[in-house]
């Protein structure tokens, strides 16, 4: 299921009523899952990840690994469907990514630890995505 663009919510009152409590948290507030405990960190099935909130493909699962970080990793997104801000929240500096077409907050993205060739980890939320298997 993929909104179009006039369907799109815009206000935060609009979104309220489309997503659950904990997805709104998530994805409109920026909130994160406790670690370990989304439907998505180990799932090994084959299909692509689309916005919770909107529709959009956003991962596929081609690119998924094993961080044992405890939320779900990619070492790559779908060309243009991921916006990187600076986040400078809780005394970090870390890099906050967002669906680029409903500006949802899926997580953050990490570079240079080694965990693969692409050396690249998109660490996010179950809550922000849902699966499609293949
Ligand atoms: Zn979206």
């Known amino acids: 299921m993929s909104l179009e663009d006039t369907e799109l919510p815009r206000t935060e009152d609009e979104w309220r009523v489309r997503l659950t409590p904990e997805e709104f948290r998530v994805l409109r507030e ?3 899952e406790r670690a370990f405990t989304g439907e998505y960190v180990d799932t090994k099935t084959q299909g692509v990840y689309h916005c919770r909130a909107c529709g959009l ?3 596929s ?3 998924k690994f094993d ?3 405890g939320w779900p990793s990619f070492d ?3 060309p243009g469907r991921v916006k990187e801000i600076e986040d400078r929240s ?3 500096s870390r890099t906050e990514i967002r669906c680029a077409r409903c500006d949802s ?3 953050h993205v990490f570079r240079g630890e080694g965990f693969t060739a692409n050396d690249t980890r998109h660490c ?3 809550l922000s995505i849902r699966l499609e298997p293949r």
Do not use: K
Request: contains cysteine; aromatic residues 4%.
């Open 105 to 107: 907050h899926l997580g």
């Open 90 to 92: 809780l005394g970090m």
């Open 76 to 78: 790559d997104a779908i």
């Open 57 to 59: 493909e956003l991962f």
């Open 67 to 69: 961080s044992h970080c």
């Open 124 to 126: 996010v939320n179950s």
């Open 30 to 32: 920026a909130g994160t």
């Open 61 to 63: 699962s081609d690119t």
